[in-house]
C-alpha cells in the first residue's frame, strides 16, 4: 500500500493543522491506520491510531488535543491537531498496518514556532 500524506506547514503555538492521508490500495477494518511523528535525534513515535472498529490510541502527550479519524470508503486517515505546542514539532508519518505488515508514508514536516 503507497501512502500520501499532505496538510503540514508552519503554525504559531495555539493553531491547529490537519494532516490527512491516502492509501493507494482498499483499506479494510483490519488494517490499523495510524500517525507517527520523529524530531531531530528522537526515535519515531506513535502519534494516535485508529482500528477499523473505530477504537484509538493517543500518546499522552497530545490527548485532548489531537483526533484522529478514518474513511474506508475514500482510504484516508485524518489527524485534526489543535492547541500545537512547540513540541509538536517533528515530520509525521502516515502508517498502515495489517496484521503485522507496516506500510508508511514519506512524511510531512509540521512547525510549531512564533
Known amino acids: 500500500v503507497q501512502l500520501q500524506a499532505s496538510g503540514g506547514g508552519l503554525v504559531q503555538p495555539g493553531g491547529s493543522l490537519r494532516l490527512s492521508c491516502e492509501a493507494s490500495?482498499?483499506?479494510?477494518?483490519?488494517?490499523?491506520m495510524g500517525w507517527y511523528r520523529q524530531s531531530p535525534g528522537k526515535e519515531r513515535e506513535l502519534v494516535a491510531d485508529?482500528?477499523?472498529?473505530?477504537?484509538?490510541e493517543y500518546s499522552d502527550s497530545v490527548k485532548g488535543r489531537f483526533t484522529i479519524s478514518r474513511d474506508n470508503a475514500r482510504r484516508t486517515v485524518t489527524l485534526q491537531m489543535n492547541s500545537l505546542k512547540p513540541e509538536d514539532t517533528a515530520v509525521y508519518y502516515c502508517?498502515?498496518?495489517?496484521?503485522?505488515?507496516?506500510?508508511w508514508g514519506r512524511g510531512t514536516q509540521v512547525t510549531v514556532s512564533s
Open positions: 502508517n498502515v498496518r495489517f496484521f503485522g505488515d507496516d506500510s
Open positions: 490500495a482498499r483499506i479494510f477494518s483490519a488494517h490499523i
Open positions: 485508529i482500528t477499523g472498529a473505530g477504537r484509538t
